[in-house]
């Protein structure tokens, strides 16, 4: 063992009464007895400090054979020697594997104080533990104390898993634990689970999971408050209900029946605060209307990528501060002029890529990032509105906005404008004491005053990105504080004179294609 920290040596010593001032290095005997006593205080000092043992070979290289019985008598031999060890990480195990590190789990002077297993990627059924094989100690109640003190369990990518292994499996944590992570997994189908202290619960990429099965876990699981069903492709109307129930992820549940979210509705889930139920093509304006109208707590809501029968729907609330409706493609003006109408602590709005949004009447005291990058058809009146009604409006993302030429953007709390590949973009007028940085990559038609008006009317520029804008001649740019300048697919002509360096004296990074590609100035 190599000591590089000589803090950690002197500590250990004095622990032990030896000062390294009165050791005597000319009598070698001495020096050895000395380092052996060293290694064996500092080995001992380490393993009483250690909580965390993991073995995750595979996942740093994929091409790495690993032997689940090797993988299981190291971490055996660490539960044993580890005293207060408290998370056990491990990859790759088999049946047998499984079976040698929870038999030592099991004992109550190796394995008592383990609160976090993680078994990624393991081969096994899960019902190992529970054989006449498996030697554990003669309690009445053996698999419900196998792991007494077990909060969170991961079990990430066991393909093999099946629903007697996993109900096993959590019958030994039962009574503490409070997290549950299952991913990956084609053969679970209905397994019947009761956590009773279970708070946060994951369950993805679960392909054959039946509504059976959420309908157990939410009535064996009354502190639920986070449950994620990501990906649960066979789930067509899950019960789910669970009155501290606070966060409910249904992405990509892509056969979910337009009656799923009515059980939702149905028991007034009044505790709900974020619903995810993006990625649903059968979505549409009642049922997402009525979900909402269950939460009147909500704060979070994302039902991004919805089908063309999300048109109108009443997605607003007294709590909402993130919505989030990306690549809503039918998504009309007046339902997002009345979210904002009715959500007064609205911080966040996503509305990417939603291509019928003409003009909608962006507002909110409270508005400080908004997306509408890709409306294709958004008018500049509708940018200026925005502007003005949103006073803390912070981070601007236009890009790939087609139809804007000169919209007024302005604000007292600007921070970031982003308007890349606005093709008809022309003269924007921008401004704000609080900018720092301007994107217009890609605006063929921008021109020089208005990008040197934008320059002089943000006095606390610090980057400027004007890749690819090709209108532009020789623009002046002045500034006394941008620092960062990105000019590429630009004539020489128009680099020379916007880098100016008498009108830019704060200059230190430029990105082009003239003669120096990157340019450090000092």
């Given at each position: 063992m190599i000591l590089d920290d000589p803090d950690l040596l002197s500590l250990v010593l004095s622990q032990m009464g030896i000062e390294l001032e009165t050791v005597d290095v000319a009598h070698p005997q001495q020096l050895r007895s000395l380092l052996r006593l060293v290694c064996r205080s500092v080995c001992g000092h380490l393993d009483a400090i250690v909580t965390t043992y993991r073995d995750c070979r595979r996942s740093r290289d994929a091409t790495l054979r690993v032997l689940p019985l090797d993988v299981s008598e190291l971490a055996t031999l660490a539960l044993r020697r580890l005293g207060p060890l408290r998370c056990l990480q491990l990859e790759g195990l088999n049946d047998d594997a499984l079976e040698m590190v929870l038999e030592v789990a099991a004992d109550p002077k190796y394995g008592g104080r383990l609160e976090n297993l993680s078994l990624q990627r393991g081969v096994f059924s899960g019902t190992c533990a529970y054989t006449s094989s498996l030697r554990l100690p003669d309690w009445e109640d053996a698999p419900t104390m196998l792991l007494p003190r077990l909060r969170e369990l991961e079990l990430g990518g066991c393909g093999f898993l099946t629903d007697a292994g996993l109900e096993a499996l959590t019958a030994a944590a039962a009574p503490t634990l409070t997290r549950l992570r299952v991913t990956v997994n084609a053969l679970l189908r209905r397994p019947r689970l009761t956590l009773p202290h279970l708070q946060h619960c994951t369950i993805a990429i679960c392909a054959n999971l039946t509504d059976e099965a959420v309908h157990d876990l939410c009535a064996g699981s009354p502190q639920l408050a986070e449950l994620s069903l990501w990906r649960c492709t066979a789930l067509r109307t899950p019960p789910v209900r669970g009155a501290s129930l606070t966060s409910l992820n249904l992405c990509e549940c892509t056969s979910l029946h337009d009656r799923a979210l009515r059980p939702l509705a149905a028991s007034r889930q009044s505790s709900l605060t974020t619903l995810d139920v993006s990625d649903i093509l059968t979505m549409n304006d009642a049922l997402l209307s009525a979900a909402c109208a269950s939460a009147p707590k909500i704060r979070h809501l994302d039902f991004s990528r919805s089908g063309h029968a999300v048109i109108a729907p009443s997605v607003g609330g007294p709590c909402l501060t993130h919505l989030i409706g990306t690549r809503c493609e039918a998504l009309a003006d007046e339902t997002v002029s009345a979210a904002c109408d009715t959500s007064p602590r609205l911080s966040t709005l996503m509305l990417a890529l939603c291509g019928s949004l003409r003009s909608p009447r962006i507002h909110g005291a409270l508005i400080t990032d908004l997306n509408m990058s890709g409306c294709s058809m958004l008018q500049d009146s509708a940018v200026t509105y925005a502007c003005m009604h949103c006073p803390r409006l912070s981070r601007l993302s236009l890009s790939l906005c087609g139809m804007l030429a000169s919209p007024i953007v302005r604000g007292p709390a600007l921070k970031r404008i982003e308007l890349s590949h606005c093709e008809r973009l022309c003269r924007p007028s921008l401004g704000g004491p609080q900018i720092e940085q301007l994107i217009f990559a890609g605006c063929t038609a921008l021109e020089d005053d208005a990008l040197e008006f934008a320059c002089k009317d943000c006095p606390r520029l610090l980057k400027l990105t004007i890749d690819g804008c090709a209108?532009?001649?020789?623009?002046?740019?002045?500034?006394?504080?941008?620092?960062?300048?990105?000019?590429?697919?630009?004539?020489?002509?128009?680099?020379?004179?916007?880098?100016?360096?008498?009108?830019?004296?704060?200059?230190?990074?430029?990105?082009?294609?003239?003669?120096?590609?990157?340019?450090?100035?000092?």
């Open positions: 209108g532009l001649v020789a623009p002046r740019l002045k500034s006394a504080t941008l620092h960062s300048l990105s000019c590429q697919h630009l004539a020489h002509l128009v680099v020379e004179a916007a880098t100016e360096r008498s009108r830019l004296p704060a200059l230190k990074h430029i990105v082009s294609e003239d003669a120096h590609a990157i340019e450090e100035i000092e």
